[in-house]
């Protein structure tokens, strides 16, 4: 795992931004996978800079994203369909059917999710693939639980998950409590991963996570055993962690794993 120690959530946001600028200029028709959540914002404004600049050309991606609310239609400014049209998409030239966010509105939650891993197959899997971390160790609305689920399924959201997302929405009661995710099978599948962390508020999960025990209880810290992680956090979220500025580990991959049957 690469970890990059960077001053702030500024700092961080534009180094997360180079590593998937590099991958748009290196395979200009390269499959992002790509997150929502208040830490990725920063990032989508540092690769809409790129664009503007006429650094990045985003004619040929294709984007998939992890996660969908069930039951939010896109219109809604809620939605993760609505997210990623508001704070990426929009403003850069890629073309509309080249992104893919699962389905919240199929009812039928087995061909919501299929068509969704589906896609992924079809595109010769995910370039890059970027994530933020929940408070609970979430990635995707992948939530703590007795096994890593494997492929995009449905989900109940925790309550901790639903209390964190309720900033979004005017009440808690209007959160959906349900969501369709990537599973982890599916995350892991992706050939590199870049997950961001940013503030105080993360420090103890980003310690256990990736300094901790590999656990579906944290699902974050399946990331541990990916071959090619990049862990960009800011010196508030490294706070419990070594205080170096840039290294590399391998943990020893482990074995018994609970994965689901
Ligand atoms: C949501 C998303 C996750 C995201 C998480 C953290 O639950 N489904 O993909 O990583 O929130 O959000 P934030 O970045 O706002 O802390």
């Known amino acids: 795992m690469n970890i990059i120690r960077t001053k702030d ?4 946001s534009r180094k997360a931004a180079s590593i998937i600028s590099a991958q748009v200029i290196l395979k ?10 208040s830490t990725p914002l920063g990032t989508y404004e540092q690769l809409v800079e790129g664009f ?3 650094d990045l050309d985003f004619s040929r991606v294709t984007t998939v994203n992890l996660d969908e609310y069930c039951g939010l239609p896109e219109e809604n400014e809620q939605s993760y369909h609505y997210f990623m049209r508001q704070n990426l998409f929009r403003h850069i030239n890629i073309p509309e059917d080249h992104t893919f966010v699962p389905d919240g509105m199929e009812a039928d939650s087995a ?3 299929q068509a969704h891993e589906d896609i992924i197959r079809k595109l010769g899997g995910i370039d890059i693939q970027l994530l933020g971390l929940g408070n609970n160790g979430h990635i995707g609305f992948n939530e703590p639980g007795p096994v890593f689920e494997k492929e995009t399924h449905p989900v109940d959201l925790t309550e ?10 005017e009440r808690i009661e209007q959160v959906p409590t349900r969501a369709y995710t990537m599973g982890i099978k599916t995350i892991m599948q992706a050939r590199r991963i870049l997950i961001i962390v940013s503030g105080s508020g993360k420090a103890d999960i980003v310690a256990r996570a990736f300094w901790g025990p590999v656990t579906p209880q944290v699902p974050a810290s399946i990331l541990q055993l990916h071959p090619d992680v990049t862990l960009v956090a800011d010196e508030e979220a490294l706070a419990q962690v070594l205080p170096l ?3 590399s580990f391998s943990p020893a991959a482990l074995n018994h794993l609970p994965l689901q049957a």
């Open 9 to 12: 959530y500024e700092d961080m």
């Open 28 to 37: 200009p028709d390269c499959v992002l996978g790509l997150a929502t959540g």
């Open 52 to 54: 503007n600049r006429g």
């Open 111 to 113: 061909l919501a999710c």
């Open 160 to 169: 901790s998950t639903i209390r964190a997302n309720a900033r979004f929405f």
């Open 245 to 247: 500025h840039c290294y």
